[in-house]
C-alpha cells in the first residue's frame, strides 16, 4: 500500500522489471498523467492519477506493440476510508506477446465518484464494472450497460463498502440474521 | 446452404450458411418473443436466468441475470480471519474445492513468504488433478444430457463417484473439503493412498476412452456442437476466457505453464488445443475436447506425482503453518488453473490484521458467462442450450 519498495531499485525480482520496463514506455508516453511505479514484489502497479486519460492510456496499453496487454485477468473495486476514496485495480497482462504483467490503479472519490469506463477497450471490464458499481456504488463513465449485477435492481446500498449498513428489511424479509 | 424453416405466409426464411452461421432473411416482419430461460431451467446448469429475445426459433438476443445464488463471498473474508476463508471458496466452485483452495492458499502464501515442504505441494497437486478429473466428468457429463444423450452422464458419475470417495477418505468430506490450508495441509494422506490413486488411475484409462467413443466420436453429438457458437481467439482473449474455453479457441494458454506455481514446472504434461481436425477451432466441440484431453492430461500429472512425492517418517502437514497468519502489508494477486479457467484472488493485507483488508475471488465461471451475449446473437435455440453447456458454468463460482 505505502512505497516502501522503491528503493529496492537494482534487487527487483525479473518479473517486477518487466513491468517496470512496460510501466517506463506507459510513462513516457503519458508523463504526469500516470504516478511513480510501486515496485512491489507480489503484484507491482502504477496508479492513473488524471482519470480522464484512463481510457487513452488503456487502449494505449492494449495496442502498442511493446505492450499489447490484450488480457485483463481481474478488475477488482477496492475502498480506501482513510483516503475518503473508492477505486478499482485492474491486473492486465499478456497473452501471446509478452510475458509481462502489471496492475494499474484508479481512484476516484468517495460520494459520486465515477471513473471513466474501460469495457470498450477490454470486454470482461463491462461485468467487473459492473460488479465494482454494484459492491462499491462509484459509476462508470460511458458503460454501455450500467445495472447492479448480483445484488437485486432494488437494494440499498453499496455492500462491500467498509461503512456499509445493511437495510432492516427487503419486501417485508428481515435482512439482517 | 440449407433451408432450416419458413415462417408463417413464407415471408422469412432461416438459412443456416456452409459456415454454419444462421441467417434470417431481410425484410421479414415476425414479432419479437421474450423468452425466460431460467432460473429453474435444466439446461442452465443451476439458478441462472437468461432473458432470450427469440425471433421464431431464432435468438436476436439472450441476457443473463445472475445472482440468485449471491452470498458475498468477499463481505465474509473481511469477517473472518485468513485460515477461516479456506471452507467458503469451497463454497465457490463446489464442483472443484481444492482447485480453489489451492488458488486461495497460493495467493496468502506469496504474501507470507512461507516455505511448503514438498511433499505437501506433490499431494495437492494429486488431489487438484483429481479434482480436476471429477469436475470434467460433471461438465461432460452433463453437457451430454443438454444434448439429449443420457448415457454418458451416468458412466461420467460412476467414475466420479470413486474419486470422491478418495478424497473423502483423505479430507473426510465429499465436496467441501477445507484440506488445503495455508502453508499446509489438514491431514496427511493415509498410508494407501498412493496405491489406491494408482489403482483409480489405471481404472479410470480405459474408462475415459469408453466415454471419448460415447460422445466424442458419436455422430448426434458432434452435429449438434460442431460450428455452434464459434468463438475467435481474439475475442476470447479480450473477454478473458480462460481455461478450457480459452484453449479451445486455440491459444495455448494454461496457468500450470504460463505462470507456473507449486511443482507443476518439474511434471511432464502437454496443455491440449485444437488442431482444427475434429472441430471448427473456438466452437463448442473443441471446447468440450479440450475437456476430455485433459483429463488424460491429469492422469499423467498423477502418475509423475505418485513416482515422485517424497516419503517422510513421521510427517506432519502442518509443521510449514504458521502459528498466526498475519500477512506483511502489501498486495497480491495469486491465481490458479482451475477446471473452468483462472481463479484468482486479489487480497489487502495491512499487516496488523488477521483479517484481510479485501479479498476480491476472480471468478473463472463469471468472466467466461460474460461473452454469453456476443455468443448467442443468431443462434438457433436448441443451439443456445448446447453454447451454456459447453461453457460449463458453476453457479456457486459465477455468483460467489
Known amino acids: 500500500m505505502d512505497n516502501g519498495m522503491e528503493e529496492a531499485g537494482n534487487i527487483m525480482p525479473a518479473a517486477v522489471q518487466e513491468s517496470k520496463a512496460a510501466y517506463d514506455i506507459i510513462k513516457e508516453r503519458f508523463g504526469s498523467a500516470v504516478s511513480e511505479f510501486d515496485a512491489n514484489p507480489t503484484m507491482p502497479f502504477f496508479e492513473v492519477v488524471d482519470t480522464s486519460k484512463w481510457v487513452d492510456i488503456a487502449l494505449f496499453m492494449r495496442d502498442d506493440s511493446r505492450l499489447k496487454f490484450n488480457y485483463m485477468a481481474c478488475l477488482s473495486g477496492v475502498d480506501y476510508p482513510e483516503q475518503n476514496q473508492l477505486g478499482i485495480v485492474c491486473n492486465l497482462e499478456s497473452i501471446g506477446h509478452h510475458t509481462h504483467r502489471i496492475a494499474v490503479k484508479v481512484k476516484c472519490q468517495r460520494d459520486g465518484g465515477s471513473i471513466p469506463s474501460v469495457s470498450c477497450v477490454w470486454h470482461t471490464a463491462n461485468w467487473h464494472e459492473r460488479e465494482a458499481y454494484d459492491m462499491y456504488g462509484m459509476t462508470f463513465d460511458g458503460h454501455p450497460d450500467h445495472r447492479r449485477i448480483l445484488c437485486p435492481e432494488d437494494w440499498t446500498g453499496y455492500p462491500l463498502r467498509k461503512d456499509y449498513q445493511v437495510q432492516e428489511t427487503y419486501h417485508g424479509i428481515k435482512v439482517p440474521y | 446452404m440449407q433451408e432450416l424453416g419458413k415462417a408463417e405466409l413464407n415471408s422469412t426464411r432461416i438459412i443456416r450458411q456452409n459456415d454454419n452461421r444462421v441467417v434470417i432473411e431481410k425484410d421479414l416482419d415476425t414479432e419479437y418473443m421474450v423468452l425466460s430461460m431460467g432460473p429453474q431451467h435444466p439446461s442452465t446448469h443451476g439458478v441462472l436466468r437468461l432473458e432470450c429475445i427469440t ?33 467458503y471458496t469451497d463454497r465457490m466452485d463446489y464442483l472443484a474445492g481444492m482447485n480453489t483452495e489451492l488458488a486461495y492458499c497460493i495467493a496468502v502464501e506469496k504474501l507470507l ?22 469436475s470434467h466428468l460433471v461438465a461432460i457429463g452433463t453437457y451430454g444430457i ?27 468430506a465429499r465436496m467441501l473439503y477445507n484440506y488445503i490450508w495455508i502453508g ?13 490413486v494408482a489403482e483409480f488411475v489405471t481404472y479410470f484409462r480405459p474408462k475415459a476412452l469408453e466415454l471419448q467413443k460415447l460422445l466424442t466420436e458419436n455422430e448426434i453429438f458432434v452435429k449438434r456442437t460442431k460450428g455452434v457458437g464459434i468463438m475467435p481467439a481474439e475475442v476470447a482473449i479480450n473477454y478473458a476466457w ?3 474455453m480459452l484453449r479451445g479457441s486455440g491459444v495455448k494458454w494454461d496457468l500450470r505453464r504460463n505462470d507456473p506455481y507449486s511443482v507443476y514446472p518439474e511434471l511432464d504434461f502437454e496443455v491440449p488445443v485444437p488442431d482444427g481436425r475434429f472441430s471448427d477451432i473456438g466452437d463448442s466441440l473443441s471446447r468440450h475436447l479440450v475437456r476430455a484431453w485433459e483429463m488424460d492430461e491429469s492422469l499423467k500429472i498423477i502418475e509423475q506425482c505418485l513416482d515422485k512425492m517424497p516419503e517422510v517418517e513421521g510427517f506432519n502437514s502442518r509443521s510449514a503453518i504458521p502459528k498466526k497468519i498475519r500477512p506483511k502489508a502489501g498486495e497480491v494477486y495469486g491465481r490458479a488453473e482451475n477446471p473452468r479457467g483462472e481463479v484468482g484472488f486479489y487480497i489487502v493485507s495491512d499487516g496488523k490484521s488477521t483479517k484481510p483488508l479485501r479479498c476480491k475471488a476472480r471468478s473463472s465461471c463469471f468472466v467466461n458467462l460474460s461473452a454469453m451475449k456476443d455468443l448467442s446473437k443468431g443462434q438457433l435455440i436448441p443451439d443456445l442450450v448446447a453454447i451454456i453447456g459447453s461453457i460449463d458454468i458453476v453457479l456457486g463460482e459465477v455468483d460467489r
Open chain 2, 55 to 87: 425471433d421464431g426459433e431464432v435468438v436476436v438476443e439472450a441476457e443473463p441475470y445472475l445472482g440468485y445464488l449471491h452470498r458475498c463471498f468477499e463481505k465474509y473474508c473481511e469477517k473472518v480471519d485468513y485460515p477461516g476463508i479456506v471452507p
Open chain 2, 113 to 134: 513468504d512461507v516455505e511448503i515442504p514438498r511433499r505437501v505441494e506433490f499431494i495437492r497437486v494429486i488431489v487438484s488433478e483429481l479434482n480436476r478429473i471429477a
Open chain 2, 146 to 172: 443438454d444434448l439429449g444423450a443420457f448415457t454418458p452422464f451416468l458412466f461420467c458419475f460412476r467414475d466420479r463417484e470413486h474419486i470422491l470417495n478418495l478424497l473423502e477418505w483423505i479430507s473426510g
Open chain 2, 184 to 196: 499446509g495441509l489438514s491431514y496427511d494422506v493415509p498410508a494407501d493412498f498412493k496405491k489406491r
Open chain 2, 242 to 244: 480462460s481455461g478450457p
